[in-house]
């Protein structure tokens, strides 16, 4: 099925661990965005990228950094996990994203302990 | 700062009847606004857009309704249906152009139950 893949699903880590959460897309969408959900604060941005070749802040970039490994491809890498960034993260994609709307990533459930 | 609101947290409503959700807004540059539906373990999937020169637009059961002048918009769903239960998130975006072109600005979510 066409659409966003991210992996993993389900991650735990440690205070201080590293992990990257990888996302791609098949649509040949030149945006791509990651958000984090949490509860009573609806999805807020982290990083995007409005094509290849560039990536920007969002609203909650600290703790984070991202790659736009190619068009297909954004990952988003946490250096050092801190319990603050226990969250959903989604990946999403768009071409059109006024008008259309994102198309998401099913999400990845990190817990950091 | 809450750019974007959705001061119910849930809604109820009985199937056959119309479900209203709503959505606030601050920002007066936001010209686009979009409906998200999300059901648990998924991602959110779109549901419906305005523009900010419309104060309608419709597409089979699902109605958004933008009062500019209120900064206020809403989602209308009629007939309400069991498979309607969700969280519905609202979203916005400004006309900035570039790199900042698209990005959205959501608010918390309403969680929509529908009763059979």
């Known amino acids: 099925n066409a659409g966003v893949t991210q992996t993993p699903k389900f991650q735990v880590l440690k205070t201080g661990q590293s992990m990257t959460l990888q996302c791609a897309q098949d649509?040949?969408?030149?945006?791509m965005y990651w958000y984090r959900q949490d509860p009573g604060m609806g999805l807020r941005l982290i990083y995007y990228?409005?094509?290849?070749?560039?990536?920007d802040k969002g609203e909650v970039p600290n703790g984070y950094n991202v790659s736009r490994l190619n068009k297909r491809e954004f990952s988003l890498r946490l250096e050092s996990a801190a319990p603050s960034q226990t969250s959903v993260y989604f990946c999403?994609?768009?071409?059109?994203?006024?008008?259309?709307?994102?198309?998401f990533g099913s999400g990845t459930r990190l817990t950091v302990v | 700062d809450q750019q974007v609101k959705q001061n119910s947290p849930s809604l109820s409503v009985q199937e056959g009847r119309i479900s209203i959700l709503n959505c606030d807004y601050t920002n007066s540059m936001f010209d686009y606004f979009l409906w998200y539906k999300k059901y648990p373990a998924e991602g959110p999937t779109f549901l419906i857009s305005i523009s900010s020169i419309k104060d309608k637009n419709e597409d089979g059961r699902f109605t958004v309704f933008l009062n500019k002048s209120a900064k206020h918009l809403s989602l209308h769903i009629v007939p309400s249906q069991p498979g309607d239960s969700a969280v519905y998130f609202c979203a916005a975006s400004t006309g900035a152009g570039g790199t900042s072109y698209g990005k959205l600005t959501f608010g918390q979510g309403t969680i929509l139950t529908v009763h059979p």
């Open positions: 999403a994609s768009s071409e059109d994203p006024r008008r259309w709307g994102y198309t």
């Open positions: 649509m040949n969408h030149n945006s």
């Open positions: 990228s409005a094509s290849e070749g560039t990536t």
